[in-house]
């Protein structure tokens, strides 16, 4: 189906109830299911900084990547809301050399660094192996700051405490929090630090004791150069054996927890696919419980800066189909249903997983992942509400939850995530008396370029706006959603 016929069949609507895509007629019975909107029962906020997004320190070593010049990608920051957060580290936070002395190029007066700088655009890093030491400079900072600024976003930076000494790594936080005054949310000190024997970062034998006398010399270091530097840690990759204990020990230290969470891997793996990506996963409980109990114990907040679908830069086949779309926009609403403050998907490039794919030289699109970071976008920020599914035996992956804005509207984001089942979904709002749905679809599950929000695609500089919605009334005091399978869909009700 190509991408115009796609279009005018999404387009398709009535006015009795919520109309299906084309994709639902004739295919197969429907599994009933009635969701229950409860505004009187609020949950967890949503704070207006909620998304981010993460690249690799690495691509500093262009100055000229993250720049107010770098208008086209800006653009899709800015599509995802008005104050997010960029956050900075990845693999290569542990190779990145703080270069002070070249103020005006990546590695002026640097031969060996000079060789290493990132031409144009970086993938996510594999982490099979040590990354190439790469420059830090000055100026990469000050632009860094420049393509903020003109983001409205704020930045989380990771140092390098992997393989530079406390006193570079303190030089470098001093000119980065100079520079970056209240855009800076934190410092990182290292990224995945139970994993640096992996990457020969430190011996096998490296355990948390280690690590956490390690982080508090470089902490200190920090602290005595920059007394109110705000740090986020541990950034362990997956590991609450040692989110616990840092959480318990710095409670005083840190502004908030920060934890890697990855769906699969590795993409090697063939049981690795897009039916096992939308599956319940109790790696994902495990991180819940272990955020669940660091905030119990204290109070601190949780954010998940670096995720996406597959580790070691994701998997085709399954990273770069509508599958995350679907992925990814459930799983900001369970993060913000189990209290995380925030998450950053992990990109850059055109590695497989990457939600803004390009480069400045040859421009930039949206992967189907940026579709489902708009939905949640688009719903905004708010209070989640009680959302009850009943009947869902015979359509265990659908999920929903609701959201009131600010303005004390009222919203739900569906997911369908059946593959093999289409869903008549019944919706008491609470007394709603209209509502207008906008759908996140694609032709196929594993499609990689005809994702649609709204019947609308994102442009080359981030521009998107619905092109349809789908109004109807209540019935008898509730609303019939038509939900196709591997599908998803925003519904805003009104009075």
Request: with cysteine.
């Given at each position: ?95 990145g050399v703080w270069t002070p002395n070249a103020p005006d190029t990546a590695a002026k007066g640097n031969e060996d660094l000079a060789a290493n700088v990132i031409p144009d655009a970086l993938g996510p890093d ?370």
């Amino acid at each position: 189906m190509d991408r115009r016929r796609f279009l005018e069949l999404s387009l398709l609507t009535s006015g009795a109830f919520f109309c299906a895509p084309a994709s639902f007629a004739g295919s197969g019975p429907a599994a009933a299911v009635k969701l229950t909107l409860r505004p009187d029962k609020p949950g967890n906020l949503i704070a207006p900084d909620f998304t981010g997004l993460s690249y690799e320190t690495s691509q500093l070593s262009d100055p000229t990547f993250f720049s107010p010049d770098n208008v086209g990608l800006a653009g899709f920051h800015k599509r995802l809301g008005a104050s997010g957060i960029l956050r900075v580290g990845g693999n290569t936070s542990e190779f990145g050399v703080w270069t002070p002395n070249a103020p005006d190029t990546a590695a002026k007066g640097n031969e060996d660094l000079a060789a290493n700088v990132i031409p144009d655009a970086l993938g996510p890093d594999t982490g099979k192996h040590p990354a190439p030491r790469r420059p830090v400079t000055p100026l990469a900072v000050r632009n860094l700051r420049g393509f903020i600024d003109l983001t409205g976003w704020r930045v989380i930076y990771g140092l390098n405490m992997g393989s530079e000494s406390p006193q570079t790594v303190a030089d470098e936080a001093e000119y980065v929090a100079k520079t970056m005054g209240d855009k800076l949310v934190a410092f990182q000190l290292c990224n995945e630090p139970d994993l640096f024997y992996r990457n020969g970062l430190r011996n096998k034998d490296y355990d948390y004791k280690k690590f956490a006398i390690e982080w508090r010399r470089f902490f200190r270091a920090v602290r005595k150069r920059v007394p109110k530097a705000p740090f986020a840690g541990p950034d362990t990759a997956f590991n609450t054996e040692w989110l616990v204990p840092f959480a318990r020990e710095f409670r005083h230290d840190v502004d908030f927890l920060s934890q890697h969470y990855y769906a699969e891997g590795p993409p090697t793996d063939p049981t690795m696919t897009i039916e096992r990506l939308l599956s319940p996963n109790p790696k994902l409980v495990d991180e819940f419980n272990g955020m669940a109990e660091t905030q119990k114990d204290t109070g601190l907040p949780f954010r998940m800066t670096e995720t996406n679908s597959c580790y070691q830069g994701g998997k085709p086949g399954v990273s770069d189909t509508f599958a995350s779309a679907l992925w990814g926009a459930d799983l900001m609403y369970q993060l913000a249903q189990a209290g995380g403050t925030g998450i950053n998907f992990h990109g850059g490039g055109y590695g497989w997983y990457t939600p803004v794919a390009g480069t400045p030289k040859n421009g930039f699109l949206a992967r189907p992942i940026f579709y489902g970071m708009l939905l949640f976008a688009e719903a905004g920020a708010g209070r989640l509400v009680d959302a009850t599914l009943d009947n869902t035996a015979d359509a265990p992956l659908l999920t929903a939850y609701g959201i009131k804005a600010g303005d004390g509207t009222l919203k739900a984001a569906v997911f369908n995530k059946n593959l093999d089942r289409n869903v008549t979904l019944t919706i008491d709002a609470g007394g709603a008396a209209s509502a207008a749905v906008m759908r996140l679809i694609a032709p196929r599950i594993d499609d990689t370029t005809d994702t649609t929000l709204g019947g609308a695609v994102v442009g080359d500089d981030g521009a998107w706006s619905a092109a349809v919605t789908e109004n109807v009334a209540a019935q008898n005091g509730v609303f019939t959603l038509h939900m196709p399978k591997a599908s998803g869909a925003l519904v805003t009700f009104g009075t």
